[in-house]
């Protein structure tokens, strides 16, 4: 195995990512917001539904960038950018998530509420975001988190493994429960 | 390198002949097989086995021999012995796959975490190799917290907390200082990393440093 | 499971979260303000950049080149170099007691091991064959606590001691994984040129 050449030698063919990295690595710092611009929304969409608000996906994206950006160096053009980044949002969304778990509490208040609001119940035509937002916060974090990745994310469980260093029946069983959990919802409150 | 030398030395017998020598692992200089102590055919036969598969597969196999010894040492039944060879075989394959082409030491550093308890896709993120440094430290304190039963994702989550960071093997051993006292003070060790790991600074807050020219 | 065979509450639920999330421009303009206020990526500095930084430790000509050469650790090096009255240092042999009996090391160790009731404490590691007669700790004067110095190659190394015949772990070491055999057994790294 040999390693390629790191920030002396700019390949034609090197994906845009890649091209990227390399020229922040030979000192353009400002190549970094093109990488920026081009995942922060991705990274932004699973912060967020992870999370449940904007505040703490805020902090999260913000510390996944610029870990991404110390720990530039270690990435290497044969893994995916997306895929080495996303593992850092992961971890980064953890982490908030552990710091704030008192938050979580006042989601259980909330969803009394939401039962006993028949304005508030799910339709078929556009329900807005907040309501699919609170839904996916009454999961627990961790099936919230194989949820994401697999539905919304897309990623094989490979992937997924890779990211999370969970193994991949473990992974699949968390999926599993959650798509349970969301239909015993749908099940407690459609007739409503 | 003693490596290198162990495995010129070593000529594993094939049925009916041949002496193990490994005299880089004993402190005597005599060729003696240091297997002596289990008794020829069966078990003894089997690790040289275990241990020519390993050279065979660009594995190494003084990590074999350290453990066969190690058994002989603490009297352990010769099964036993075969079995734990066996074992350390598995992971040492294991880890080269995950890791890549990494030395010896990184290589049995790395499949010693994997006995601990470690899974093989947490390693992944070790994979990319920085020139001039290893990851020793790292996978030896964490294979020691999954010995001290913390959460399997606790201990890879605070890892790689710390390698993404950057953190030099100073951080890795003050966490790992810093999280035995507590144990050893009584806290459960899940929550004795979660409370360290916390106050584990990310790095300093940013100082502008000039970059060189050019 | 395939998208298929999701449940249709559930495939709305995924496909709604799955909308993009409208950022707004600031929140970007601030990860890279916080980006321009780090030092660059170490890679700028060379892959060895950390390497050829100017180190505190000044040693003679002579002992830089040993140790840069592998051969000594720095603790062995302490014990060993003298000065001579024109203040030029030399560096004397390592110490041989174990050393001729080992393979060339990198680095003198020490094992410490606190057993004020022991009459007998052994250290019995990869580096030694596991004997567990080989390597005798030696009793402070005031009986409380044992300790042998060892030259040890770099790396990673698995040992125990064995104290009246018992096996027991290093109180103040990383545990390995288990053994297989029912005991326990501690971790040192040993770096070239330090010890732990």
Known sequence: MTLAPRGWVIAKDMSDDAADVQRVLAGDVDAYAALVDRYYDRCARYAVRMLGNRDDAEDALQATFLRAYRALNRYQERDRFSAWLYRILVNQCRSVAARRAHRDRVFVREEALLLNAPDRRPNWSGEDEEFVQRVLNELDPLLREAFLLKYIDELSYEEMSAMTGVGVSALKMRVKRACDRLRERWERIKDD | MIHASLLRRLRISTLGAGVLVASAISASAQDTNPLAKLEPGGNRFVIELLMDSATAAGLPSRPLLSKALEGISKKADGKRIVEAVRKRLLFLRTARGVLGPVDDEELSAGAALLEAGAKPAQLELFRPRRKGHNDLEAFIVWADFLQRNVPSEEAYSAITKLWVDGADDETFRSLWTNVQSDISQGLNPGTALQNRIRETPGRASPVPVKPPEG | ?196
């Open chain 3, 1 to 196: 499971m395939t998208d298929s065979e999701l449940h249709p509450y559930v495939e709305w639920i995924a496909r709604e979260a799955s909308r993009p999330v409208i950022t707004d421009q600031a929140a970007r303009d601030r990860v890279m303000a916080a980006v321009r206020a780090e030092p660059l990526p170490r890679s700028y500095f060379g892959l060895w950049g950390r390497l050829v930084r100017p180190r505190p430790v000044s040693l003679s000509p002579v002992a830089g080149a040993l140790l840069a050469a592998g051969l000594v650790g720095i603790g062995v090096l302490a014990g060993t170099v003298t000065h001579n009255r024109d203040g030029q240092s030399t560096v004397g042999q390592p110490r041989a007691a174990v050393a001729s009996r080992l393979p060339v090391s990198d680095t003198v160790v020490r094992f410490v091991y606190v057993a004020p009731q022991a009459s007998k404490v052994y250290v019995v590691g990869d580096f030694n064959g596991w004997d567990t007669t080989k390597t005798p700790l030696m009793r402070s004067a005031t009986g409380g606590v044992w300790t042998v110095d060892l030259p040890l190659t770099a790396g990673r190394h698995t040992y125990a001691f064995v104290v009246d015949g018992s096996w027991s772990t290093d109180p103040y070491a990383p545990l390995a994984p288990d053994d297989g055999f029912g005991h326990a057994n501690s971790v040192k790294l040993v770096r070239r040129g330090t010890s732990l």
